[in-house]
Each structure stands twice: as C-alpha cells, then as structure tokens.
C-alpha cells in the first residue's frame, strides 16, 4: 500500500497524554494554543482512518506552514518545543493503528507499540517538534517492524514541577479530571530550628523544584 493523506491540520494532543507520559495519540484541530496564531481548515479521512484501524502502519508528518508553539513542553522529560521548517517530514514510526473521539468530536489517532508498554508510544521530542505546527498526516500500511521504544527515561509517574510563575505541572497515572480534587501537591518545607518550620506554596517556589503529588486524606 502506497502512502495516503490521512488527516490535515494544527498538530496538537490531548494533555492526558503528557499527563501521563503515554504519548501515544495524536490530534489536530483547527487553531493553535495561541488562537491569534493562525488557523487551518481540518479534513480527516474516516474512511480510510476506519479501515486501517487495527492494522501495522507508518504515520509520518509533513509540515506546511510554522509559528511558534504555545506548549511549555514537558518540565519532566525536559523537553520544550523547536520549531521546525516548512517542508519538514518527522517519522512519527510504526505502531498499530487506533481512533478514538478526542474533545472536540474529531479522531483523537493512535500509534500503538507492540508491547502496549504503559508510557512514551511515541517519541516525545518528534511531537515537541511538530506541535502547533499546520501539518499533513501520512499513513502507509506495512510490513516493517514496530518501532523501537525511545532511549528517553521516564523519570517519575506522578509528581509536579513548578513552573515558576504560580503554576505547576503535574504528571500522574490517576484517572484526570475524575480524582483531580483529591491530590493534594506537597508544598516545600524546610526545617529552620528545632521548632520552626518555613512552608512555601508549591505555586512560589521556583521553576524546577519539585513537589510530590498526594491523594488527600479521606478523599
């Protein structure tokens, strides 16, 4: 089978999947991160989607048209976004094929490894590479081997990160939205004498530090 268009559009992912470092699926909309960024007009082929579903597959991603990436990146991984040229072809590898209705009713697209291993189905840093870049998707049926699993290291599976401007990034394996409100994020303490503790937020401390993600008590 030759290669074929399967989708067009800002490339983009649900944050489930840097949430919980799966990376496994892709999704593209019709504006970026920043919405004065630009737009794209988004056709998926559902028909052809439909009939690889389930089947060994090559995606691969051709750029068309840059800006700037709106994303942080992933604090855990350290990985920030680069922005690539027009004219770019990223290899997104080979998985098996899977859809599934992302947040605004359009194909969330799936490249499974063979293993179904619990996180990084994708390499990260091609999908930093990519995001919020106006792209075509290209898939081919095929015979080669399933990908090889990233050299990346996953360091934590749940946690937070600062990011140094009152927020946080948080990373966990836990069902999200669902138990949000039952984590509690560890705030820094540090033992000034014997019988004085400094407390600091975990929205204060500066961008880097690390916080431990805790289900609250009684929840």
């Given amino acids: 089978m030759s290669k074929q268009i399967l989708a067009k559009g800002i490339f983009g992912w649900d944050g489930t999947e840097r949430r919980t470092s799966r990376y496994g ?24 989607l439909k009939r690889l579903e389930g089947k060994r597959v090559r995606l691969t991603v051709e750029v068309v048209e840059v800006r700037d990436s709106g994303h942080l990146g992933d604090a855990f991984l350290k990985i920030v976004p680069q922005r690539p ?14 859809s599934l209705p992302g947040w605004d009713g359009k ?29 075509i998707v290209y898939v081919e049926e095929t015979t080669d081997p399933f990908s090889k ?26 069902d999200w939205p669902k138990e949000a409100a039952s984590l509690v994020i560890v705030p820094q303490v540090e033992r000034i004498s014997d019988d004085t503790l400094l407390v600091t937020h975990a929205g204060s401390t500066p961008k880097g530090t690390r916080h431990k993600l805790v289900k609250r008590s009684g929840s």
């Fill in 25 to 48: 699926s892709i999704h593209l909309s019709d504006t970026p991160f920043n919405p004065k960024a630009g737009s794209a007009v988004v056709k998926y082929d559902k028909a052809l």
């Fill in 85 to 98: 040229k027009v004219g770019d072809i990223v290899d997104l590898g080979v998985g098996e094929l899977g």
């Fill in 107 to 135: 194909p969330d697209i799936f490249l499974a490894p063979k293993d179904r291993a619990k996180d990084l189905w994708i390499d990260p840093r091609k999908l930093y590479r990519l995001h919020d870049q106006t792209v």
């Fill in 149 to 174: 699993r990233t050299n990346l290291r996953n360091p934590v599976d749940e946690g937070a990160i600062s990011n140094g401007d009152g927020t946080l990034q948080v990373r966990t394996k836990r």
